[in-house]
């Protein structure tokens, strides 16, 4: 496991004091790539009192506008959740979930994403992940402080830069990279345009499609070359949707 390939998202923290805090939870197990997704107030004070001795890891944090600044050269990315969602994700515990973020940490960036303090992630964020994680708690209060979330999955990970062996894995063996985050939006973008066209999906009543196909290529993962194949088909599909039309659109049999 690389722990240096593997990144901290902070979604739209509210409390700099929590940042500080998952500063320290981080800097504790190992961990230094810290990322803040527009935080409200950083740098600040109080983030760097509850850092304590991990003031450099905020210091070296990186702060984006957008998620997708956060995670485009990611090729695993996982959502933490404190409840279930409308369209149901794989779903692991912290430490199911650290094993594969072990193994792909080998050859890939990962990116472990952490929502606000008050509504956690948006279902849109949760749509970019390959994977959730639920760290399970009491049925009466299931969410937990920030930083302290933060520190359990830390800690799994932690655990595992000193087990033996991780699972050899099929995605540890594979051959090609995996897409990056910012490929496979380029993806999503051009397979929504090109259903649009086919007149699959109706802009009008998009309903749940384009999250059920990203539900569904998340789960499989493609690399770099089976992501080239299918924007080909796309590019050819949308080629002959456009001729089709125009020879439509053209003179009449009269
Ligand atoms: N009320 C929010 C919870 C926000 S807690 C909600 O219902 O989603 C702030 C963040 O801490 C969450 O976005 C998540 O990243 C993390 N977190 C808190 N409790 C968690 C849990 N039980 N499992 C996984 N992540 C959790």
Redesign the pocket.
């Known amino acids: 496991m690389k722990l240096d390939n593997i990144r901290i998202v902070?979604?739209n923290t509210s409390h700099p004091g929590?940042i500080g805090g998952v500063a320290r939870a981080m800097k504790n197990m190992g961990l230094s790539r810290l990322y803040l997704v527009d935080p409200r107030q950083f740098p600040d004070e109080q983030a760097e009192w509850r850092a304590a001795s991990a003031v450099d890891v905020l210091e070296d944090a990186v702060v984006t506008s957008s998620l997708d600044e956060a995670i485009a050269d990611c090729q695993f990315v996982v959502?933490?959740?404190?409840?279930g969602r409308r369209i149901p994700w794989p779903l692991l515990d912290?430490r199911q979930c650290a094993e594969r973020m072990a193994v792909a940490s080998e050859k890939e960036q990962v990116a472990v994403?952490?929502?606000?303090?008050?509504?956690?992630?948006t279902n849109d964020e949760l749509k970019v992940c390959n994977l959730h994680?639920?760290?399970?708690?009491s049925a009466d209060y299931?969410?937990?402080?920030?930083a302290?979330?933060?520190q359990?999955?830390c800690y799994e990970l932690r655990m595992l830069l000193d087990a033996p062996s991780l699972p050899a894995t099929e995605d540890a063996e594979w051959d090609t990279p995996f897409a990056t985050r910012e490929n496979m939006e380029r993806f999503y973008t051009h397979l929504e345009e090109t259903l649009v066209d086919v007149e699959f999906l109706d802009p009008a009543a998009p309903r749940q499609l384009m999250a059920r196909l990203r539900r569904l290529y998340s789960r499989v993962r493609l690399d770099e070359m089976e992501l080239n194949i299918l924007r080909g088909i796309l590019t050819e599909t949308q080629k002959w949707v456009r001729k089709a039309k125009a020879s439509d659109s053209g003179p009449g049999p009269g």
């Open positions: 902070l979604v929590n959502g933490t959740s404190a409840r912290p994403l952490f929502g606000r303090e008050d509504r956690g992630l994680l639920n760290i399970p708690t299931s969410s937990l402080n920030l302290m979330a933060v359990v999955v």
